[in-house]
T-cell receptor, first 115, second 112 residues
């Protein structure tokens, strides 16, 4: 597609449940990023994929969070045992430039609400 | 103290005003400086990208970087109601680490 696609756009889940958030990057973009944006804050880095491998996962807050990109295209962010503090907008971005802060295109995000 | 601090908002100006948005940072490793615009319920979109001290102009937008003072600014001339959005500064480090560190964002409203 023309842009980065994220599904679902909204997700409401109960505390303790498991959720998966999907990101479909721009075709041909090898770099993929996940960020989390809490209300009234700027996005915070979670994880960066270069191809299929996670080149930097230093932003994942704890072991309840995990992300995969098995074929180097679509990525899934997985959150286990969700907590109310996980409520935020999860943004995905892709870029044709590896190892560069230039050229990000962000998706519109998945708004996760944990009740 | 956060690595990137952004002037708090919100900010409301009349149409046609000049707007000045500012961020400071504490980490000298930041070498790349960006301004993003974010409309409600959308992802951030890149407005300006620069990697050196000085000014960069693009239409009504001017980005200014002062590395010695660790201070960056975005100026918007002849502001329009369509400029109403949240503006985020972002910074990246040199080398293979391409993650961005964002400011908190400031919400701008341009009144017709």
């Amino acid at each position: 597609g023309a842009g980065v696609s994220q599904t679902p756009s909204n997700k409401v889940t109960e505390k303790g449940k498991y959720v998966e958030l999907r990101c479909d990057p721009i075709s041909g973009h090898t770099a993929l990023y996940w960020y989390r944006q809490s209300l009234g804050q700027g996005p915070e880095f979670l994880i960066y994929f270069q191809g299929t491998g996670a080149a930097d996962d230093s932003g994942l807050p704890n072991d309840r969070f995990f992300a995969v990109r098995p074929e180097g295209s679509v990525s899934t962010l997985k959150i286990q045992r969700t907590e109310r503090g996980d409520s935020a907008v999860y943004l995905c971005a892709s870029s044709p430039f590896q190892g560069s802060s230039y050229g990000y295109t962000f998706g519109s995000g998945t708004r996760l609400t944990v009740v | 103290q956060k690595e990137v601090e952004q002037d708090p908002g919100p900010l409301s100006v009349p149409e046609g005003a000049i707007v000045s948005l500012n961020c400071t940072y504490s980490n000298s490793a930041f070498q790349y400086f960006m301004w993003y615009r974010q409309y409600s319920r959308k992802g951030p979109e890149l407005l300006m990208y620069t990697y050196s001290s000085g000014n960069k102009e693009d239409g009504r937008f001017t980005a200014q970087v002062d590395k010695s003072s660790k201070y960056i600014s975005l100026f918007i001339r002849d502001s329009q109601p369509s400029d109403s959005a949240t503006y985020l500064c972002a910074m990246g480090k040199a080398g293979a680490n391409s993650k961005l560190t964002f400011g908190k964002g400031i919400t701008l409203s341009v009144r017709p």
